[in-house]
T-cell receptor, first 116, second 115 residues
Framework: GESVGLHLPTLSVQEGDNSIINCAYSNSASDYFIWYKQESGKGPQFIID?????DKRQGQRVTVLLNKTVKHLSLQIAATQPGDSAVYFCAENQGAGGTSYGKLTFGQGTILTVHP | GAVVSQHPSWVICKSGTSVKIECRSLDFQATTMFWYRQFPKQSLMLMAT?????????EQGVEKDKFLINHASLTLSTLTVTSAHPEDSSFYICSARIAGVDTQYFGPGTRLTVL
């Protein structure tokens, strides 16, 4: 089946820098994308989402960019803080209708380490 | 809002025994719940989709007779790992979804260790 993948498995940044985490997806039918943050020993925490009819969405210190032409998703974190250190996963919803509705496919994850 | 809990948070059992994990949506009704498994340093892998009042839909390669899922109410789903073996040791995470809303809300996970 199709899957979501990440370009960089690890990312180290200095506190205060901006972080960019990338994700490639291959399922052109996906219409909804989500970024999750997972700290060690915990469940994923919703960060931000975006639908396929948008190319950019901003939250508090985070921005998600969607490029459907090249099937690429990115998460930008502004002024990265030590508390942002975690594993970040992108996930795609495989589209409405049928048995796939609501199912998420997760990417492999990127470990973000923020140095004080 | 949209809080999902899991119980227990961790469990250690002997090989051959069965373990039940509960997933509850605390402040909303979840028409659909999902069960994932996550091995160390790996991503989440969907095991099954559970709709209230109906049989769960299992992903390819997941044994439905080994991983029993019950979704008896709109706030509770249970996963029972039957005849557990050391290779079943993993982090099991559930998520819940409100009808008509795409976002899935995740529980804190349950660490299962089978000796």
């Amino acid at each position: 089946g199709e899957s979501v993948g990440l370009h960089l498995p690890t990312l180290s940044v200095q506190e205060g820098d901006n972080s960019i985490i990338n994700c490639a997806y291959s399922n052109s039918a996906s219409d909804y994308f989500i970024w999750y943050k997972q700290e060690s020993g915990k469940g994923p925490q919703f960060i931000i989402d975006i639908r396929s009819n948008m190319d950019k969405r901003q939250g508090q210190r985070v921005t998600v960019l969607l490029n459907k032409t090249v099937k690429h998703l990115s998460l930008q974190i502004a002024a990265t803080q030590p508390g942002d250190s975690a594993v970040y996963f992108c996930a795609e919803n495989q589209g409405a209708g049928g048995t796939s509705y609501g199912k998420l496919t997760f990417g492999q994850g990127t470990i973000l380490t923020v140095h004080p | 809002g949209a809080v999902v809990s899991q119980h227990p948070s961790w469990v250690i059992c002997k090989s051959g025994t069965s373990v039940k994990i509960e997933c509850r949506s605390l402040d909303f009704q979840a028409t659909t719940m999902f069960w994932y498994r996550q091995f160390p340093k790996q991503s989440l892998m969907l095991m099954a989709t559970s709709n209230e009042g109906s049989k769960a839909t299992y992903e390819q390669g997941v044994e439905k007779d080994k991983f029993l899922i019950n979704h008896a109410s709109l706030t509770l789903s249970t996963l029972t790992v039957t005849s557990a073996h050391p290779e079943d040791s993993s982090f099991y995470i559930c998520s819940a979804r409100i009808a008509g809303v795409d976002t899935q809300y995740f529980g804190p996970g349950t660490r299962l260790t089978v000796l």
